[in-house]
């Protein structure tokens, strides 16, 4: 099994940045793709960044392609999500997620673990 924390959510004003991370637990992480998903209040959980397993790829969803930065560290078990340029929309719970077979990025059922979320609030 793997455990997922996510940390670094927090207050800040438009145009403002964070940096949250994802700890994950056991000795296989490097086999994990791992993605980040935001859910606001009222609305679906949707993708945000997603990362293949030994870090060779990144993709984006269009909403966040030049503000926002996913990484991993694989001998520290650890993903990451820079988010610069922040807006208001961006308000919402984002979820760390670890998935063995994900064939689409933005498909929530491909990922087999999910952290307990982090609150991100972007006020105007």
């Known amino acids: 099994q793997v455990q997922l924390v996510e940390s670094g959510g927090g207050l800040v004003q438009a145009g403002g940045s964070l940096r949250l991370s994802c700890a994950a637990s056991?000795?296989?992480?490097?086999?994990?793709?791992m993605g980040w998903f935001r859910q606001a209040p009222g609305k679906e959980r949707e993708f945000v960044a997603g990362?293949?397993?030994?870090?060779?790829?990144?993709y984006n969803t269009d909403s966040v392609k030049g503000r926002f930065t996913i990484s991993r560290d694989n001998a520290k078990n650890m993903v990451y999500l820079l988010m610069n340029s922040l807006k208001p929309e961006d308000t919402a719970v984002y979820y760390c997620?670890?998935?063995?077979?994900?064939?689409?990025?933005?498909?929530?059922?491909?990922?087999?673990?999910w952290g307990q979320g982090t609150q991100v609030t972007v006020s105007s």
């Open positions: 990362i293949t397993g030994s870090g060779s790829g990144t």
């Open positions: 056991g000795r296989t992480f490097s086999s994990y793709a």
């Open positions: 997620a670890a998935g063995s077979r994900v064939r689409l990025w933005a498909r929530t059922d491909d990922y087999n673990y």
